[in-house]
């Protein structure tokens, strides 16, 4: 928790209401969303209960499972919110944008807007990542096939929770982490868990928060009383009334769920909200693309290289996204004035027309000199951006104590002027200016080098096996144990675990074994084995 964070909570409490984090919106909000709240049954391993979807406020449509432990029925509940989801999916695709590429030589296709999915909060999507990952790999033939678009659902949602890992995309958003991202309320982040106190501290204040407390749950777990007063004798008679009692628990989170997005839009959008949407529908128009060239469905985990590429994405998204909210939100930006990250002065001198003749070739290197009042935690020779000029680089030439108080950082501005020898209006400080300096960056990072998979050491899994030669976790044979003359016969190490065939189809290319190596000593080939499956 930050500091600015822990003094807005202190004053909730004080003051018995929320306090705003945020100046802006920093996540887009669709005008035409899909709410989505899951519910899934205690006790057993993600088997869905009932969902309540839909588009319209006013037109919510709730699906069910009458027995959550009958197979055929979790399926045709799958069917059933495949039926729901892939047509509001599908209604996205119809219309496409060129997007200038290489500097403008090329362009590619885009899907002008992309889809959105809300759900109540950080649970829901672990609900969709399991649902998803249970139902990609089911066969619509075959033994215990399933309905066609039960596969096709099971993509779906594992590509909207992986992007729901991604700092800043708004694919698949719940609505806890989004009130949090822009109220403080009085109580602690595992309260504020409680989505229905969370959006009352907003709304009404403490007092409606605590009263909310005791309200229905936002899902998908259920309440113990509930399920033990109310849920367990109805599914246990298939009593008809079951959709009627969870219609009833479900609708008061599917109004908070609408007023949540209507206190959201009443921010303004941040100036890169808008880029970050632009990266969605790149992500949006991709998959699609995938899915309809027949590619496969994700595999169950990545392979070595893959899992560090991803990595990679996602620790630079989540630098961008820190700097994109900072350059956007002045309340954000403030944390990191109080760290010395940041620092605002007024600009005191500007000579707009100085050319550095030093090199090869003369260049444009204007000065400013900016006074501040703040602590400057920043040594010469390092480089700072200014939100309102972020192309800019100004690189600090000297720090100097000011009377009667405060600092004169002397800066050389390079970039984002022109390629002139004359400044474009505008684009250097002008004296009296207020001026926002810091050391966060846009600039693009590249991403380390990684070797190709054909190359991945032994350590991490080694070479991933062809696609089209990765057996079934009951097709793998068992080594025979190799006989040991000082001790009891060991068995190998690469032995596959053994899964039931139907609750585990056949793994991506990144579940295959470590290929046996006759001539490594069991405690090497033990070592290589405990490093894949970690």
Do not use: C
Request: charged share 20%; net charge negative.
């Amino acid at each position: 928790m930050s500091t600015l964070t822990a003094l807005a909570r202190a004053l909730a409490v004080a003051e018995g209401r929320a306090q705003p984090i945020a100046t802006v919106r920093h996540l887009h909000v669709h005008d035409h969303p899909l709410i989505l709240i899951p519910l899934a049954m205690a006790g057993e391993a993600n088997a869905p209960l009932a969902a309540l979807v839909g588009t319209d406020p006013a037109r919510p449509r709730l699906l069910t499972v009458a027995q959550p432990r009958n197979r055929d029925d979790r399926f045709g509940f799958a069917a059933e919110l495949a039926g729901v989801l892939v047509p509001y999916l599908d209604s996205f695709t119809d219309q496409t944008e060129d997007v200038p590429v290489d500097r403008g030589k090329d362009v590619r296709r885009r899907y002008v807007d992309a889809p959105q999915l809300w759900v109540p909060n950080p649970g829901g999507i672990d609900f969709l990542r399991l649902f998803g990952r249970s139902t990609r790999f089911r066969t619509v033939d075959g033994e215990n096939p399933v309905p066609a678009a039960v596969p096709l659902l099971g993509r779906w949602l594992t590509f909207f929770t992986n992007t729901a890992e991604v700092p800043g995309s708004s694919l698949l958003v719940n609505a806890v982490q989004a009130l949090g991202l822009h109220w403080a309320t009085g109580q602690s982040g595992a309260e504020d868990a409680q989505f229905g106190a969370q959006l009352a501290w907003i709304e009404s204040g403490a007092a409606a928060a605590r009263e909310a407390e005791n309200g229905p749950v936002a899902g998908p777990a259920t309440d113990p009383d509930f399920d033990n007063r109310v849920l367990a004798p109805l599914i246990e008679r298939s009593a008809p009334e079951l959709p009627g009692v969870l219609r009833d628990l479900l609708l008061p989170t599917w109004e908070r769920m609408w007023r949540t997005l209507t206190l959201l839009r009443r921010l303004p959008a941040g100036e890169r909200v808008r880029l970050r949407w632009d990266t969605d529908r790149d992500a949006f128009t991709a998959f699609t693309q995938h899915l309809a060239e027949g590619g496969p469905p994700q595999p169950r985990r990545d392979g070595a290289v893959a899992a560090a590429a991803r990595l990679q994405r996602l620790e630079n998204a989540a630098t961008r996204y820190a700097v994109q909210r900072a350059f956007d939100d002045p309340l954000v930006l403030a944390e990191y004035r109080l760290t010395g990250a940041a620092f605002a002065g007024i600009v005191t001198l500007a000579k707009a027309d100085r050319i550095d003749d030093s090199g090869k070739r003369p260049v444009l290197r204007p000065r400013i000199m900016v006074h501040t009042t703040e602590p400057v935690r920043v040594e010469p020779g390092t480089s700072l951006t200014s939100p309102t000029r972020p192309s800019q680089k100004a690189r600090v030439v000297s720090v100097t104590p000011a009377a009667p108080e405060g600092h004169d950082v002397l800066l050389e501005l390079s970039g984002g002027m022109g390629r002139k020898l004359v400044a474009e209006p505008g684009s250097v400080p002008a004296v009296g200016e207020h001026l926002i300096l810091t050391t966060l960056s846009e600039a693009y990072r590249p991403s380390g080098a990684l070797p190709d998979p054909a190359e991945t050491p032994w350590t991490h899994g080694g070479p991933p096996t062809p696609a089209d030669q990765t057996p079934t976790p009951t097709q793998i044979p068992t080594p025979t144990p190799t006989p040991q003359p000082t001790s009891a016969p060991v068995p190998h190490p690469n032995t596959a675990p053994g899964t039931p065939s139907d609750s585990n189809p056949a793994p991506a290319v990144a579940d295959a074994p470590l290929a046996a190596d006759p001539d490594a000593p069991p405690a090497v080939a033990a070592a290589r084995n405990a490093d894949h499956r970690s």
